[in-house]
């Protein structure tokens, strides 16, 4: 018989089920990894960090943009935005550095890591790590250290936006712009 101090829990069996464990906390970016067609690739062999937004995060951002979740789903840039919160890479957070992380979208962008305040915690529990995106929007690492036999993911409190490649491409991910994107295109901007 051996006493812990803490509650064992087995490896969970890969990133995407993550987003199946804790609905109150992953249901949205559950959703957005089906309608993105990304169940295969979370759920592979690769070695991946994941900083995935909470419910929360998504919420904010909808309520920012003033969309809801069918035009979150209808993105098409989607898959580039969630890939835009993974890296190739298996970091823990005691293995995070204040530097940039080359993410897998696939223009292979860079998010930032700032562990300026990082505070050591056990288990889950993170303090003082920041993730900064190409907009330069500051995000708190609010949970950290999910291992999985493909990854690891640390939960966000806001979406991750990267660089947009236009104007256009702006403009033509969200209904409310056509107009300005006929303009646009007609006067071979």
Do not use: C
Request: proline share 4%.
């Amino acid at each position: 018989v051996h006493v812990v101090d803490r509650v064992l829990l087995p490896l969970i069996d890969s990133i995407y089920v993550v987003t199946t464990l804790f609905p109150e906390l992953t249901s949205i970016l559950n959703r957005l990894v089906h309608a993105a067609g990304l169940v295969d690739e979370l759920s592979g062999s690769a070695s991946i960090t994941v900083f995935a937004p909470n419910n929360y995060a998504f919420e904010k951002l909808m309520d920012e943009l003033l969309i809801d979740i069918d035009d979150l789903i209808s993105l098409p840039i989607l898959a580039d935005v969630i890939w835009y919160h993974a890296v190739n890479q298996y970091l823990l957070i005691s293995d995070l550095n204040t530097q940039s992380y080359v993410t897998l979208k696939p223009d292979k962008q860079s998010m930032s890591v700032n562990m300026d305040n990082y505070v050591p915690r056990l288990g889950f529990e993170v303090d003082g790590v920041r993730t900064i995106d190409n907009q330069h929007d500051v995000n708190n690492v609010i949970m950290g250290n999910i291992e999985t036999k493909n990854g690891v993911a640390h939960v966000i409190d806001r979406v991750l936006i990267p660089l947009f490649d236009s104007i256009v491409q702006i403009a033509t991910s969200f209904d409310d712009y056509t107009i300005l994107v006929r303009l646009v295109q007609a006067a071979g901007l």
